[in-house]
T-cell receptor, first 116, second 108 residues
Framework: GAVVSQHPSRVICKSGTSVKIECRSL??????MFWYRQFPKQSLMLMAT?????????EQGVEKDKFLINHASLTLSTLTVTSAHPEDSSFYIC????????????FGPGTRLTVT | GIQVEQSPPDLILQEGANSTLRCNFS?????LQWFHQNPWGQLINLFY???GTKQNGRLSATTVATERYSLLYISSSQTTDSGVYFC??????????FGKGTSLLVTP
């Protein structure tokens, strides 16, 4: 149980294009999901908290117009990187917590984005 | 926000050796998790341990919440234990705050 999937696992796009990343909780419902970014040899940094049916909460320094988050159902959150630039190249990881369960979080396998 | 410090930052072990990884945090937390990030980037849940001691095979963890630290023990290490170990604490809003990790290399 407690499986989180992400799609795609790897994506290469050209500068100026947009990329959508999906995060799904496969066997539980998640009112709240989280999006993290990890640069090489660094730790995970929280980008935003995704709330089902409401606007996402972004961390300081994260542009909400650039990183669009939609949490349309209790099992799906999407992150769209708009007008991507090479500096957006990173490893993006989502996590989810079982609504009504403990505070334990489960992570997706991550999406490696490369912007050329 | 809560500061999370992990030590040591890097560790090299010979297969079969034991090790202890430490996580200190600067404030009281609701919960704490240990993860192993494999070479492909996947975060594997090791322990959800807000307090007390848990064991899972060759791994065990202890959190002393009143003293704001947690320890992860790896016994009889194997090459497959290599990777980065993260400690993360739950802060307000349920988002995890990560330490910088301990990079472990187990050599044959």
């Amino acid at each position: 149980g407690a499986v989180v999937s992400q799609h795609p696992s790897r994506v290469i796009c050209k500068s100026g294009t947009s990329v959508k990343i999906e995060c799904r909780s496969l066997d539980f419902q998640a009112t709240t999901m989280f999006w993290y970014r990890q640069f090489p040899k660094q730790s995970l940094m929280l980008m935003a908290t995704s709330n089902e049916g409401s606007k996402a909460t972004y961390e300081q320094g994260v542009e909400k117009d650039k990183f669009l988050i939609n949490h349309a159902s209790l099992t799906l959150s999407t992150l769209t990187v708009t007008s991507a630039h090479p500096e957006d190249s990173s490893f993006y990881i989502c996590s989810a917590r079982n609504t009504g369960g403990s505070l334990e979080q489960y992570f997706g396998p991550g999406t490696r984005l490369t912007v050329t | 926000g809560i500061q999370v410090e992990q030590s040591p930052p890097d560790l090299i072990l010979q297969e079969g050796a034991n090790s202890t990884l430490r996580c200190n945090f600067s404030d009281s937390v609701n919960n704490l998790q240990w993860f192993h990030q494999n070479p492909w980037g996947q975060l594997i849940n090791l322990f959800y341990i807000p307090s007390g001691t848990k064991q899972n095979g060759r791994l065990s963890a202890t959190t002393v919440a009143t003293e704001r630290y947690s320890l992860l023990y790896i016994s009889s290490s194997q090459t497959t234990d290599s990777g980065v170990y993260f400690c993360a604490v739950v802060r307000s809003g349920y988002a995890l705050n990560f330490g910088k990790g301990t990079s472990l290399l187990v050599t044959p």
